[in-house]
């Protein structure tokens, strides 16, 4: 179903007041107050914080299994389809800090999220970059000697730790830094996962 105006304004002042209060210390009150609108209509669309959260963050995952199964299908070189998954985490933290932030320390980092559900939507995530992967190894890109699955760990974990970084220190983004960034993350990881 399509979102109207005010429903995405409310979303975009939940993203704000998640990232500046958190998850748990956030109320529906400053959430309203910041979106300029009634307490009323923000219950009135969502319902309650937990219900507008979850719906931030299933947003999120659909976004990031979009981008990761068109990398999975696509027939561009492993190499590319990686440098591309990188590329999504940083323009996501370029264009939208609010919703990467509230990614890395209220889905990652709190055990609010680490639910049965809320793992299945990593293990999800983890299935089909390691799919990713096993198509590194197959072509001889990628060592074999190290699990897909733990490829996509340290794939994934290199890329968590350096959005941490940024995250925590509210560091801009440029286009410079972003490429530097990106062939850090590439290069460090395929200099340890390469082929040998």
Same mark, same amino acid.
């Given at each position: 179903?399509?979102?109207?105006?005010k429903?995405?304004?409310?979303i975009?002042?939940?993203?704000? /007041?998640?990232?500046?209060?958190? +998850?748990a210390?956030?109320?529906?009150?400053?959430?309203?107050?910041?979106?300029?609108?009634?307490?009323?209509?923000? +219950?009135? +669309?969502?319902?309650? #914080? *937990?219900?507008l959260?979850?719906?931030? /963050?299933?947003? &999120? &995952?659909?976004?990031?299994?979009?981008?990761?199964?068109?990398?999975k299908?696509?027939?561009?070189?492993?190499?590319? #389809?990686?440098?591309? @998954?990188?590329? %999504?985490?940083?323009? =996501?933290?370029g264009?939208r800090?609010?919703?990467?932030? @509230? %990614?890395? $320390?209220? /889905?990652?980092?709190?055990?609010? +999220?680490?639910?049965?559900e !809320?793992l299945?939507k990593?293990?999800?995530? %983890? $299935?089909?970059?390691e799919?990713?992967?096993?198509? !590194?190894?197959?072509?001889?890109?990628?060592?074999?000697?190290?699990?897909?699955?733990?490829?996509s760990?340290?794939?994934? !974990?290199?890329?968590? =730790?350096? @959005? $941490?970084?940024? /995250?925590?220190? #509210?560091?801009?983004? =440029?286009?410079?830094r #972003? *490429?530097?960034?990106? !062939?850090?993350?590439?290069g460090? %990881?395929?200099?340890g996962?390469?082929?040998?």
């Amino acid at each position: 179903m399509a979102r109207n105006q005010k429903q995405n304004m409310i979303i975009d002042a939940a993203l704000e /007041v998640f990232r500046e209060k958190g +998850y748990a210390n956030a109320r529906m009150a400053d959430i309203s107050n910041r979106a300029g609108v009634s307490y009323g209509l923000v +219950y009135h +669309y969502f319902g309650s #914080k *937990e219900v507008l959260f979850e719906l931030i /963050v299933e947003d &999120w &995952w659909n976004e990031l299994y979009s981008v990761m199964e068109h990398e999975k299908s696509s027939k561009i070189h492993v190499r590319q #389809k990686l440098i591309n @998954i990188i590329d %999504f985490f940083l323009t =996501t933290y370029g264009n939208r800090p609010n919703l990467i932030s @509230i %990614f890395v $320390s209220e /889905v990652c980092r709190s055990s609010v +999220y680490h639910t049965t559900e !809320g793992l299945a939507k990593f293990l999800n995530f %983890f $299935s089909l970059c390691e799919e990713i992967m096993a198509e !590194g190894q197959n072509k001889g890109v990628l060592r074999n000697d190290v699990g897909a699955h733990h490829l996509s760990y340290i794939f994934y !974990g290199a890329i968590e =730790t350096f @959005i $941490s970084v940024m /995250v925590l220190g #509210k560091e801009p983004l =440029t286009d410079k830094r #972003k *490429e530097r960034a990106s !062939g850090a993350i590439l290069g460090v %990881f395929m200099d340890g996962a390469g082929a040998r």
